[in-house]
């Protein structure tokens, strides 16, 4: 599964349990589900469907007289068991099935007869609406993690595998697409049956169904056929979003030892979809939104990484099925890692180091603004909740260290026998260390301990010095992560083997290393190298295999080497903002000349960043020669920088940057949002005409996924106290406005408020409460950002509202989550009283209501 990334603002870190969280396990298993048989019919116009479940049960023990299977929400019309009709209660949640007779170990086949109207999760019908008449029609399902039971019977949980097949009765101008391979269509009337079937055991969280009027895309990969199915109309951008799949299928059948399992590779993209992608077993479901036109092809690299995310999980997910939801770590971090081998193998080793340090950093923010937790653990309150930068970027990582152990030829050896043996069964994060053990002999125990078992990850200081007289170089490293200096028993000190290598430039270009491995296991450790020469640089965790933090104290002559000569980008990186803390001209100056010279984007993009950080005006001129910069991602990064700078140069510059357009969406985007951060203090007389190339973006620019306009609109949430800001994003959270855009608008409501008088805050909240009625989980996702970020205690009622009216658990996690932003926004002696002041008003109308219903009562006797 992938997620959409949401915005993560919090400060301060907050406990990962929840209030109601508790122990979750596996329920005792009554016998081994070997087929699951769902035969739909769906009422599209209705939004309704008829179906009959059939699960063919052998049971492990013989005499059990009860069954219970997980079914929410279902009309049952009957329970028949070997075609003998079975009492059973049903509360809505549960299916209670009194067997007429006790199991022998004999198998049984359960069928049950019912009916859905209006499913709220599981299998969404998705229509044209009165505000947008343009909406295809479709149906899709999303099972994980606990969705399937709100479309089908089952015991629903990753611990059973089983065998499956869906039979679907749809008007014949639809298609419907599920999982294995297609055995039968037939035609009835105006309708159109499919039959599909998935011989290969999976969880029923996999099992899956999409119907819509789509358009086929043909490919293959070894005689398998891989198809690609849009919109019509999407053809174009079909094949340039998911092109590469059999690549990806040919790289990863090589990476995993295994040949790719199933009969057919299906991707489908699919209208509002809840998620970036979903894994279902040989037919993953895709959001439309991924699907790239030429222009935003050239520096969107996220639907690359998504059709691969999806597609590794073919292996890890599917065909290694994770025994519990506490253990999904292995497919989502595996899943995200197998991203940064792709990209490698793709685009270089730069690239996949840059890509492995952004993940890293993904979850450093949410260790440090949210919370700490372990990766593995089964204390939480819905399994949805694990689903965090912890499971996937952490995870990521750890695999990556695993490979840094071990070496690319051992790792490949450890992840393959992992496959191998555990192909088509259930796993636990032991069994990963076992593999590794079996493949290797290393015992990586330790490794888990310290990252995957507990929280947090070590914050090293590195300080160096040079002892001429004697040719010594001095390194000290502290774990700033951890509060007292006495080692041993505290828990926070981390304790790894971690290569320094010293590096010698020779004939100003090729770098030789000298590499030594330091055992760091103490707060405060001070290691002694007698050395030839001194060395021109000094590399920590050469290679950058550890996940860590790390703040270099390094002369400035040492880091200006190694932000030159430092074969690693990723070094170059820490040595960027090692330098950026100096701060010095000198500085600015080896950092303006990387900013040219340096041959990869990412470390441009870096050092625009903390050339952005520095407040000297020479910064924003060496900012200045990177606006040429051939690479996209350069540029927005330099204009993102430049804004930093309150002049009115860098408005004027970034203002024609605007005007004149740039060849990538995302530039243009960075712009209009910049604009509307600058135009305060200084630069407050260029308000008006700020808001005016605004407007104008927002006329003009509906382009690919609306990057332009949010950025637009992006811009005025930054503008907090002009009330026109407020006016013109109003105007775009209407219905009507392109999804797109009109959640771009919601969101920024929150940050636009900040400044605003108390009647522009009383509109915005006004028209956020109508907002978050709607029932859309993307929708209800961008009105917890907005009011997570208000200052008054009104936007608490509505937070609360919605964490209890909403259906789904991430919505109300953040919702309460943003409830505790909210109360830190106010300071909690305000938010005390502003919320007295709610319950008094409160009283005050219940007194109200009670003595009107108490009149009319009177009056009806
Ligand atoms: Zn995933």
């Not at 923010?365 to 952490?394: F, G, M, Q, W």
């Not at 390094?554 to 980008?569: S, T």
């Not at 804004?643 to 408005?651: I, L, V």
Request: hydrophobic fraction near 35%.
């Amino acid at each position: 599964m992938s997620h959409f990334y949401f915005d993560s603002e919090e400060n301060g870190r907050k406990s990962f349990e929840l209030p109601g969280a508790k122990p979750h396990y596996n329920p005792d298993r009554p016998g081994q589900v070997d087929h699951i048989f769902l035969d739909l019919v769906l009422d599209i116009p209705n939004q309704s469907f008829t179906s009959t479940c059939t699960i063919t049960l052998t049971p492990v023990r013989s005499g059990i007289k009860q069954l219970t299977l997980d079914a929410v929400d279902l009309e049952i019309e009957s329970v028949l068991i070997d075609s003998v009709s079975q009492k059973f209660d049903y509360d809505g949640e549960k299916i209670e099935i009194h067997l007429s007779q006790p199991t022998t170990i004999k198998p049984i086949k359960i069928a049950i007869a019912y009916s859905v109207d209006h499913p709220q999760r599981g299998l969404y019908f998705i229509q044209p609406t009165e505000h947008y008449p343009d909406k295809p029609t479709q149906v899709w399902t999303q099972g994980e993690d606990e969705d399937s039971r709100f479309w089908f019977p089952c015991l629903d949980y990753p611990g059973q595998l089983a065998t499956s097949e869906i039979r679907v009765r749809v008007p014949d101008r639809y298609m419907a697409i599920s999982n294995g391979e297609l055995i039968e269509t037939e035609t009835a009337d105006n309708d159109k049956i499919y039959h599909w079937l998935q011989k290969q055991v999976h969880p029923t969280y996999l099992m899956t169904l999409a119907v819509g009027d789509f358009i086929e895309i043909a490919d293959e990969w070894n005689g398998i056929p891989v198809t690609y199915y849009v919109e019509k109309g999407r053809e174009e951008d079909g094949k340039r979003s998911m092109g590469k799949t059999p690549r990806m299928v040919e790289f990863l059948s090589k990476k995993y030892g295994y040949t790719y399992p199933y009969p057919k590779y299906a991707q489908v993209c699919v209208d509002d979809f809840i998620l970036g992608g979903m894994e279902n077993t040989s037919t993953t479901l895709l959001t439309d939104r991924c699907l790239l036109d030429e222009r935003s092809a050239m520096d969107n690299m996220r639907t690359e990484s998504l059709v691969l995310h999806e597609l590794a999980h073919q292996w890890f997910g599917d065909l290694v099925v994770i025994k519990h939801w506490s253990h999904a770590w292995i497919k989502e971090g595996m899943a995200s890692y197998a991203e940064v081998l792709w990209t490698e193998t793709e685009y270089g080793k730069d690239d996949g180091g840059y890509y492995i340090l952004n993940e890293a950093r993904t979850y450093i923010d949410e260790d440090s603004s949210r919370y700490r937790r372990p990766i593995v653990t089964n204390v939480y309150r819905e399994a949805i909740e694990l689903y965090d930068r912890h499971l996937y970027e952490k995870g990521a990582c750890v695999y990556h260290m695993i490979r840094g152990i071990l070496g690319d030829e051992l790792f490949d050896r450890a992840i393959q026998t992992f496959v191998n043996d555990n192909a088509h069964q259930t796993v636990e994060t032991v069994d990963l260390l076992r593999a590794i053990d079996k493949a290797t002999g290393y015992n990586l125990m330790f490794l888990f301990d310290q990252y995957v078992f507990r929280g947090g990850h070590p914050d090293y200081q590195i300080a160096y010095a040079w002892d001429g007289d004697n040719n010594l170089a001095k390194l000290t490293v502290t774990q700033k992560q951890a509060k007292n200096s006495d080692s041993g028993s505290n828990s926070e000190l981390f304790d790894l083997k971690i290569p320094v290598a010293f590096g010698y430039v020779n004939n100003g270009a090729e770098t030789s290393l000298q590499t030594f491995n330091l055992r760091i296991h103490q707060k405060e450790q001070s290691f002694y190298f007698p050395l030839d020469n001194k060395p021109d640089f000094i590399s920590f965790d050469l290679n950058n295999y550890f996940l860590k933090t790390v703040t270099l104290q390094y002369p400035v002559p040492e880091l200006k080497n190694q932000l030159k000569y430092d074969p690693d980008p990723v070094s170059r990186i820490y040595a960027a903002a090692a330098l950026a803390e100096k701060g010095s001209l000198e500085a600015v100056k080896a950092l303006g000349e990387s900013l040219v010279k340096d041959s990869f984007w990412g470390v441009r993009v870096e050092i625009a960043k903390t050339l952005g950080k520095i407040k000297i005006h020479q910064a924003a001129e060496a900012l200045n020669a990177g606006l040429e910069d051939k690479d996209a991602r350069v540029r927005r990064a330099v204009i993102e920088a430049l804004s930093n700078f309150k002049t009115d140069a860098a408005y004027d510059t970034i203002a024609s940057c605007l005007t004149k357009g740039d060849a990538s969406y995302y530039t243009e985007a960075a712009a209009a949002s910049s604009l509307g951060g600058m135009v305060a203090g200084n630069l407050k007389t260029k308000q008006e005409q700020a808001i005016a190339l605004v407007k104008e973006v927002l006329a003009q620019r509906a382009g690919w996924n609306e990057v332009v306009r949010s950025g637009a609109i992006a811009g005025l949430g930054k503008m907090t106290t002009v009330p026109e800001a407020v006016d013109i994003i109003l105007e775009y959270t209407k219905l009507g406005v392109p999804q797109a855009l009109r959640l771009a608008a919601i969101r920024s409501l929150g940050a636009v408020s900040t400044g605003q008088t108390p009647n522009k805050v009383g509109e915005i909240l006004e028209q956020l409460e109508a907002i978050s009625g709607e029932s859309f989980f993307l929708t209800q996702v961008a009105v917890v950002g907005a009011l997570g970020q208000m200052q008054t205690a009104q936007a608490i009622n509505i937070l609360n509202n919605l964490a209890a009216q909403t259906p789904d658990g991430r919505v109300r996690r953040r919702a309460e989550e943003a409830v505790t932003k909210v109360q830190k926004n106010l300071g909690a002696d305000k938010a005390v009283k502003e919320l007295r002041q709610e319950i008094d008003k409160l009283k005050q109308a219940n007194q109200e209501l009670t003595s009107r219903l108490a009149k009319l009562e009177a009056n009806n006797q």
